[in-house]
C-alpha cells in the first residue's frame, strides 16, 4: 500500500485555491468532502481510450433504447408499456393481465440473481457500464457540461473565477439545458405508464386536467435536475446501497480494477534508478468519476468504469512501458494466482437462476389467452317454478389478447333434462377486454334428488378450440321433501 497523507492539503486561502487545487484522495475519508464539511465538486479530466470508446457505444445505445421503447410497438401496443389505468402489462408482444402480474415476480427475482452473478464474476460492471445514474451523468450531462465550460482545467477555473457576465451565461445556459434534459427524462419515464399519444395529449391540455401526472412529472424533474447538476457521484458514493453490498458479493476471485503493486512500486519518476513502473503522475485520479485513488486498493467509491485503466495505459504507452499497470483482474490474478471462475458463490447463483428459470417456465406455460369466473347473481340464490328449480349465474371473460376472439359457454355434469340457458350464441369479446354472459341452469323437479346440492362444470372454449377453461360451481336448491310435500299440497 502506497504511503498517502491522511489528510488531503486544502488550501485556506480563499475561494480561489479551494476550487482549483488538485486533490489527493484519502482512503479512510470520503474524496467529495471536505474537512469542514462542504462540497468538493469533482471535474474528471477527459480519456480516450479501448475501454471508454466501449463504454461510450454502449451508453449511447442504451440512452437510445430508453427513447425509442415507448415509440416502437410490437403487437399493437408500445414495446414495455406498463398500463397502470388498465392494470395491464405489455412486453414486446406479450401481455400480461392483471390476474397475471404475480408472475412479474419470477422476472424481478430473475433479474436480481443475474446481478448478483454478475457482481460474483466482474464486480461492478453493472455500476461503470449500465446504470442509469452513469449513463447520463458521464455520457449526456458532463457531455453537456463540457460543451460549454471547456475542459477539467476550465471548469475548476470557472468554479474559482469571480460572478461576470461570461461565468453569469456559462452557467445559466448549461442549468437551462440540464433543467430541459431532466424534463425530457421525466416525461419519457412517464410515457412508460401512459403511453406516447396518451403523454402528448396530456401535455397539450391544462394541467388541472390531470393534476396528479402533472405533479409527479414536476417532482420526476426536480429530483433529475437536483442529482444530475448538483448531487452527481454523491448518489453512488452515500445514497445507493450497492456498493456497500460488493463486499458482500465479490470475493478473491471476482474481477476488479486494480492497481499492480508488485510492478508498480515504489513510484518514482520515469529513469529514476530504483523506480517502479508507476511514474506518480495522478493521471488515474484525475479521470476517476468519484475522485479515488485507485493505487490505494478496492473501495466502494470505485464503479468500475476503467477511465484509470485507459488513463495508465496512455501514460505506459507514451513511456514506452507495457500497459496493463492498472487493470481489470481479480484478486488472486494481482497475486499471481490462478483465477477461479466456477466456485461455490458462483454455483450457488447459477443453481437459483436454473431452478427459478424453470419454475417460471412452468409458470408461464399456464398463461392462457383468456381467463374466466363465475358469480352468483344477486337476489336469492334459487328459484322454484312450477316444473324446475333455477339458478342464475354470471360468467365473466377476459379475453387477454390484442385481438377480438369468440367463445361458447356451456355446462356439463348436469342431471338429465335440465336446460341450460345463455350458452346458445357465441361471447365476443374486443382485444383485453371483458364481457358478462348470464347463465341460468333450470333442473326439473323430476330429476331433483339428493340434498339440494351438488357440483357441476362450466366451460368456457374459444371457437378455434384451441384451449378450454373451466370451473366448478355448486347448484344449490331447497330440501326435495319439501319439493314433494309442497308438490302433494297442491
Known sequence: MPA?????????HGPSSRATALI????????????????????????????????????????????????????????????????????????????DLWLLFFLITGLGFTLFLLTSLFGRVWC??????????????????????????????????????IKIVRRGAKQLVFLVLSAGIAHLFLAYFVSIPNLWGMMCQSPGEHWGLFLFVAIATGILYFNFSWFREQLCIVICPYGRLQSALIDDNSLIIGYDSTRGEPRGKAGSAGAGACVDCNRCVQVCPTGIDIRQGLQIECIGCAACIDACD???????????????????????????WFRPRTAFYCVMLTVGGAVALWAFSGVRPASMSVTRMQGAPYFVAADHVRNQFLVRVVNKTTSPARYVITASDLPKETKVIGGEEPLEVGPMAEELRPLIVEVPRDHYTGTGRFQFEVNVQDQAHTFELKRQVQWVGPDPELLKEDASAK
Not at 455520457?139 to 470557472?158: C, I, K, M, P, Y
Request: aromatic share 10%.
Open 314 to 340: 496512455q501514460v505506459m504507452t507514451r513511456l514506452k512501458r507495457p500497459t496493463g499497470l492498472v487493470r481489470y483482474d481479480s484478486t488472486e490474478g494481482f497475486l499471481g494466482r490462478r483465477t477461479r
Open 4 to 12: 498517502e497523507s491522511s489528510k488531503a492539503p486544502v488550501p485556506r
Open 24 to 99: 489527493t484522495p484519502n482512503r479512510d475519508s470520503v474524496t467529495t468532502i471536505r474537512e469542514d464539511g462542504s462540497r468538493r465538486f469533482l471535474h474528471p479530466a477527459d480519456v480516450q481510450g479501448r475501454f471508454t470508446t466501449v463504454r461510450r457505444a454502449s451508453a449511447l445505445a442504451l440512452i437510445a433504447i430508453y427513447l425509442a421503447l415507448p415509440w416502437v410497438k410490437v403487437g399493437g401496443y408500445p414495446a414495455v408499456f406498463l398500463d397502470v389505468a388498465e392494470r395491464r402489462f405489455h412486453l414486446f408482444g406479450w401481455t400480461l393481465a392483471a390476474q
Open 128 to 165: 461503470g457500464w449500465a446504470c442509469p445514474q452513469t449513463v447520463f451523468l458521464e455520457h449526456l450531462f458532463r457531455r453537456v457540461e463540457r460543451w460549454l465550460e471547456g475542459d477539467a482545467h476550465n471548469r475548476r477555473a470557472l468554479d474559482a473565477a469571480p460572478w461576470n457576465a
